[in-house]
């Protein structure tokens, strides 16, 4: 029984078509990033699979349960905003409690004196406060909870939104972009408790974000969403190293894939401009392809003496030490932009702007994509 | 800028603000004046502001033994509160709608409200009458409040107001299991309190104040609102008497300015509220 079953989902609004017939499978337990640049639909679907949208066609199960017909509040889902979205006039304490209270008690329990008076709803109230509290400690604002929203920092204010989410238990979470109103340092610490809560609720996540490294670090498994069409879904190390299309190798790394035109030699090398790459055996001779090559994925060499198979040749134009890595680029000789190579930083010792260096790829290493951008297999 | 250019300026621009504050507050001043003079000095040609001989009391005593003002007092409390009351229990749902939902009518329903506010509030007043009349309403406090029940002022404005409110937060509470009355009354009611205070001061300065309407409806003193109720005072032999008329007449008007001054920063807050942030 899957988690959440997204079958075949398009959106317009208007004229502008934003989600173009998205199918997504998430497991029970799962945590499912979808990483995607801004405006590529990623809230519109959140929302659609809450129920706070309608979509023009497909259906959403949840559970195992179709959920089209239902209203936000009957789907048991719960969901954390990049805004937050605290009630600005209730406190902490009756910001997490709401959920709570509108399911365990009546309307008319709810009303001003009934509230305090009615042994149904002042226990009602007993056991809310109980759970607010649990959730609040297990977030660390305990201390917070009379406060209103305005009183909190960012950081305290996105803890109030999760205990908000995961005090009602629900059976699946939805999260979009919660950690991109934190500064840098406070995203990093947010990631683990992020995944922690995940592992403690055990129930599927849904998790939004435009962010890589979070994507790749908290995630069982990565959508790539562009355009409102979801590109690839696999574990991150895999999205990363068997990028399924173009657009998907472009978009994931950091500093960028290197990419060069080129076209598939009789003996299985790919002719680009300035040299001649490894890894087109198998693919029919003349194919006309983008060879990709991630910056971590080149030999370094220094003599400038090259043209031997399998390797380019180039100048360096500019260095960026970051202490830990260390980024040549470089202009090739056969032209086009510069390449970009991550190189051990105690290279810097034999590099400067102006060195002339080889560069080849690692065996096996050469990502070839045909011109529309589709990922070509070429392994022999 | 200089000190020669601005300070004449500076000095320029208050000596006509200080003109037009007297010849706005002179009446008000003289008012005074008049509800504590005898009747004796009222009509003296010298021009004196505070009387030689106190006579404040037996003016404030005539006017409320001449006719019941405690009673138009009350009556303009009630129908203020209540006509406030019942606006907002109309606007805040209407403008929920008309500002959040999305709903086939929406557009045109929005447009007949901006066309609400192009008609003059006199309009409606004959078939209100005739309504009131052949339910058998006239003269009570229904006839003073339903026809004021629905402002379309007020749904407009608070409809502005809800624009401001993120759309995350309405979404947050359909998701916290919140119906869409609930969201009104828990999420939007609270938010709206700045634009509310600023609706609330407006309506109920000008249903203190409405003359046209109670005329109509209003046969008996005891159903008299403030305003018409001055005008009974003045229809009274002590009409002549001025020194009790105009001590009534400060007495209707008291509540109101108190009101202001006390509220004075939230009215004024109320009416910047446009550059004011969800
Ligand atoms: N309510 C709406 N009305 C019209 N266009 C919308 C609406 N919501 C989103 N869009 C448009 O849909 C596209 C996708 O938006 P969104 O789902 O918010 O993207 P993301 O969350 O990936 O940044 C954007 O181009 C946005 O302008
Ligand atoms: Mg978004």
Not at chain 1, 26 to 35: A, D, H, S, Y
Not at chain 2, 124 to 131: E, L, S, T
Not at chain 2, 163 to 188: C, K, N, Q, Y
Not at chain 2, 248 to 273: D, H, K, S, Y
Request: aromatic content about 8%; hydrophobic content about 50%; charged content about 15%.
């Amino acid at each position: 029984m899957s988690g959440v079953s997204i079958q075949r989902i398009s959106k317009s609004f208007g004229q502008t078509r934003v989600l173009r017939d998205v199918s997504l499978e998430v497991g029970p337990r799962e945590f499912l990033t979808l990483l995607g640049p801004s405006g590529c639909g990623k809230s519109t679907l959140l929302r659609i699979i809450a129920g706070l949208e309608q979509a023009d066609e497909g259906s959403i199960a949840l559970g195992g349960q179709q959920v089209d017909g239902l209203l936000p509040r009957q789907r048991d889902v719960a969901m954390v905003f990049q805004s937050y979205a605290l009630y600005p006039y209730m406190t902490v304490a009756e910001n997490i409690g709401l959920p709570l209270l509108m399911r365990r008690t009546r309307a008319w329990q709810r009303l001003p004196l009934i509230r305090r008076l009615h042994p149904v709803a002042r226990a009602a109230a007993g056991t809310i406060a109980t759970d607010v509290r649990r959730a609040a400690e297990a977030l660390q604002i305990a201390p917070y909870l009379e406060r209103k929203p305005s009183q909190l920092s960012g950081g305290q204010r996105q803890r109030v939104a999760l205990a908000r989410a995961m005090v009602r238990n629900p059976r699946v979470f939805l999260m979009d972009e919660p950690l991109s109103n934190l500064d840098a340092k406070l995203r990093v610490s947010a990631r683990a408790e992020i995944a922690d809560l995940h592992r403690r609720a055990g129930v599927a996540f849904i998790y939004v974000t435009h962010d890589q490294a979070e994507a790749m670090t908290m995630s069982d498994r990565v959508g790539l969403m562009m355009d409102g069409e979801i590109l690839q879904v696999a574990p991150p190390g895999e999205i990363y190293d068997e990028p399924a299309a173009l657009r998907v190798a472009e978009f994931i790394g950091s500093p960028k894939i290197n990419t060069l035109p080129g076209v598939v030699r009789a003996d299985g090398g790919v002719a680009v401009p300035g040299g001649v790459l490894e890894g087109g055996s198998g693919l029919a001779a003349g194919t006309e392809v983008v060879a990709g090559i991630r910056p971590e994925h080149w030999i370094l060499g220094m003599s400038g003496a090259s043209g031997s198979l399998g390797a380019l040749s180039g100048t360096v134009r500019h260095l960026e030490n970051l202490g830990s890595d260390l980024f040549l680029y470089a202009e090739s000789q056969g032209g086009g932009p510069l390449l970009t190579v991550r190189a051990a930083p105690e290279t810097v010792r034999q590099v400067s702007p102006g060195t002339a260096v080889a560069l080849k790829p690692r065996p096996g290493r050469v990502l070839l994509f045909d011109r529309s951008g589709q990922r070509l297999r070429a392994r022999p | 800028m200089n000190g020669a250019r601005t300070l004449p300026f500076a000095i320029f621009r208050h000596v006509v603000l200080a003109a037009g504050a007297v010849v706005m507050i002179a009446p008000f001043i003289w008012l005074l004046s008049l509800a504590v003079k005898p009747a004796d000095e009222i009509f003296t040609t010298d021009i004196r502001l505070l009387p030689i001989r106190w006579d404040a009391e037996r003016n404030f005593t005539e006017a409320f033994s001449k006719v019941p003002l405690h009673r138009y007092l009350l009556n303009g409390v009630i129908v203020t509160a209540a006509i406030f009351f019942l606006q907002v229990l109309v606007a805040l749902p209407a403008a929920y709608a008309l500002a959040k939902l999305r709903f086939g009518l929406s557009r045109p329903l929005f447009a007949l409200v901006l066309l609400g506010l192009l008609i003059p509030g006199h309009v409606p007043a004959i078939p209100h009458y005739i309504m009131l009349s052949s339910a058998g309403l006239l003269n009570s406090y229904a006839a003073l409040v339903l026809p004021s029940i629905i402002s379309v002022f007020g749904i407009f404005w608070i409809r502005q107001f809800f624009r401001t409110v993120p759309d995350d937060l309405i979404h947050a509470a359909r998701l916290d299991g919140l119906s869409e009355f609930s969201i009104v009354w828990r999420i939007m009611l609270p938010a709206a309190i700045p634009a509310l205070t600023a609706f609330g001061i407006l309506s109920v300065v000008f249903h203190w104040n409405e003359y046209f309407w109670p005329l109509l409806v209003v046969t008996s003193p005891d159903m008299a609102t403030p305003a018409l109720g001055t005008v009974y005072l003045r229809n009274t032999e002590a009409g002549t008497d001025y020194g009790p008329l105009m001590a009534g007449t400060a007495i209707i008007t008291a509540p109101l300015v108190i009101a202001f001054l006390l509220a004075q920063r939230r009215f004024i807050e109320g009416m910047t509220l446009t550059g004011l942030k969800g």
